[in-house]
């Protein structure tokens, strides 16, 4: 297990195609109020002082483009943070390969990894102090979800309705992802086929922490996601 004080790097994923924003970009780079949301992304990251360096997991082609992001968004921080070292790396066909590629580039300090998505980019840096805080509190992995205000009806391929889960129990999750870096590591040994990275770590038999996340996590995925995160900054 790593120490209490294990140093925290941060892999942002920026790899994602956009195809459903309907951008000629990949979805990193589509502007929000002007700027790139991998910009956003990493402003809110670098405001959080316990992340001590950061991967971006970038398209291959746009490597020369995210590192000037990254500059832009270091520039633009006055937090502690905004001093750690950032690299660009290209990311795999799949997300599981581009978390490999941004693991395989932090360095042998780091003890406690967070995984973020980009398209998550008005994600508050308080959000990534919760989870900083509860894997050097002794979790091995960690997630920010919100309550589940919908009812959520679960069905067969026929389109059935075969349960109603008590939405009580329910949480819709977010990124940052935290973990330590050892069952980080097994679990992309073990398996790279998951929509996230929690869900490797749960095949491990491993528990997993929710903490409390923020309506601005929102995933921008849609044009009326872009919309809504426009409103919010906005406001």
Known sequence: MQPASAVVG???VAAGSGSRLGADVPKAFVPLAGVPLLGHALRGALACPDVAEVVVV???GWLGE???VCRWARSRSCEPSSGAPVRVV???AERGDSVAAGLA???DRVGVVLVHDAARCLTPASVFGRVVAAIR???AAVVPGVPVVDTIKQVDSAGRVVATPERSSLRAVQTPQGFRRDVLERAHAESSEATDDAGLVERLGESVLVVEGDPRALKVTTPADLEAAARILAG
Do not use: K, Y
């Open 10 to 12: 941060l892999i942002v």
């Open 58 to 60: 970038s398209p291959t």
């Open 66 to 68: 995210a590192d000037a």
């Open 90 to 92: 290209p990311g795999g």
């Open 105 to 107: 580039a932090l360095s």
């Open 137 to 139: 509190g002794g979790a």
